[in-house]
């Protein structure tokens, strides 16, 4: 089993930054990869990013590409989404998800974190 507990959200306004944080706790050395997900009210949840445990590699949704960064620290066992350039569309419950297979990174993720708001402003 692997614990994930996210923290960062928050309310900002538009334009600005977020950084989200999420550390793993349990059976680490299993993790294959994780990732950042989003879900806004009345949608569903939608993959943000995600990276590889192993040689780092990472993909994003198309409408966050060149703004949000996903990384990681495997000997902190944590990863990190730093969000800039918000846009009110960015509006989400945030989750951090784990994997113990070799999916593609947007694919089924079987641990999941509690979740964080993240709310911005016009």
């Known amino acids: 089993q692997v614990q994930l507990v996210e923290s960062g959200g928050g309310l900002v306004q538009a334009g600005t930054s977020l950084r989200l944080s999420c550390v793993a706790r349990?059976?680490?050395?299993?993790?294959?990869?994780m990732g950042w997900f989003r879900q806004a009210p009345g949608k569903d949840r939608e993959f943000v990013a995600g990276?590889?445990?192993?040689?780092?590699?990472?993909g994003y949704l198309d409408s966050v590409k060149g703004r949000f960064t996903i990384s990681r620290d495997y000997r902190k066992n944590t990863v990190w989404l730093q969000m800039n350039a918000l846009k009110p569309e960015d509006t989400a419950f945030y989750y951090c998800?784990?994997?113990?297979?070799?999916?593609?990174?947007?694919?089924?993720?079987?641990?999941w974190g509690q979740g964080t708001q993240v709310t911005v402003s016009s």
């Open positions: 998800a784990a994997s113990e297979n070799f999916a593609t990174l947007a694919g089924r993720y079987e641990y």
């Open positions: 349990g059976r680490t050395f299993e993790i294959s990869r």
């Open positions: 990276i590889r445990w192993e040689g780092g590699n990472t």
